[in-house]
């Protein structure tokens, strides 16, 4: 196992840097990754710090700082060090700049602007919290995307990672005995989307469930033969409505939402 301090600085939240560390981590196995996280640098004192915590650590470091001052500072001493390092956002904002023959604003943060798109985003998360779990049918209408599956199916954490992205979501839980009402059927302006996965998963995810709380694992929840009924209940019910359906057997939250937001971009453009 091959070991990496990795060093993230950011005169921001950094919320960039962690994705794009997680991106490409991704691509590299047996990699133990000691994560030193450092956002809101904005001050030499800060700087100081994660300066000597970088001599302390060698590794590599990713920053994306914008004040002059302090990312020469930073800069300065990584090369003493002979410690590679990589600006993250460099290269695309320096063909954006060459693009749109303007420089940078060079403002720390400049993505989380409480402009329009941050208010959209956050009436998205009270709307998807105040609908999870087929509630509030009677404003199931003003949603963008109604998702519906059987229990455990990923539902909820797919509907609030819709919502981080500025979507508002709803999840209708599909039982046998006890269908969604009718509202459902005669909804027009949300996507409707229905979440499968195989019954093997299913059983597990509801099976850890179950102990999780302390409760018997074996009971009708988890059986083969229900699980398989739920399972086709709902892809007949999607076939029937022509709703499209995402298998999330193998996809994480963040692929399925992507599939999601892509069927709803289409349907939007649509005439």
């Known amino acids: 196992m091959t070991q990496l301090h990795l060093h993230l600085l950011s005169d921001s939240t950094g919320e960039t840097l962690e994705n794009i560390a997680k991106a490409a981590l991704a691509q590299f ?4 990754t000691v994560r030193h996280f450092w956002p809101m640098v ?12 970088i001599a302390r650590n060698p590794g590599l470091v990713v920053y994306t700082i914008v004040n002059p001052d ?4 930073l800069e300065t001493h990584c090369r003493a060090l002979n410690m590679p390092m990589v600006a993250a956002l460099d290269p695309i904002t320096s063909a954006l700049s060459t693009l749109l023959g303007q420089a940078a604003r060079g403002r720390p943060g400049s993505q989380h602007l409480l402009d329009d798109a941050y208010f959209a985003r956050v009436d998205a998360i009270h709307y998807t919290i105040a609908h999870d779990d087929g509630v509030g049918a009677e404003n199931w209408e003003a949603a963008d995307i109604v998702l519906v599956g059987v229990s455990r199916s990923s539902k909820t954490p797919t509907s609030i990672y819709l919502a ?10 599909l039982v046998i005995e006890s269908p969604p009402p009718s509202i459902l ?11 499968v996965t195989s019954a093997e998963r299913l059983i597990q995810i509801r099976r850890n469930r ?4 302390n409760q018997t694992p074996e009971t009708a929840y988890v059986d083969q033969d229900m699980v398989a ?5 709902g892809r007949r019910m999607f076939a029937d409505n022509g709703w499209p359906v995402i298998d999330m057997t193998r996809r994480s939250i963040e692929e399925a939402a992507a599939a999601i937001i892509t069927l709803y971009i289409e349907r939007k453009a649509q005439p």
């Open 185 to 195: 059927y005669e909804l027009r302006n949300p996507l409707i989307v229905g979440l």
């Open 29 to 32: 196995a047996g990699v133990e």
């Open 164 to 173: 981080n992205r500025g979507y508002k979501t709803a999840n209708i839980p």
């Open 210 to 213: 179950l102990l999780s709380l």
């Open 42 to 53: 904005r001050s030499e004192v800060h700087m100081d710090r994660v300066i000597s915590d």
């Open 229 to 233: 009924r739920e399972i086709a209940f």
């Open 70 to 73: 302090h990312r020469a500072r």
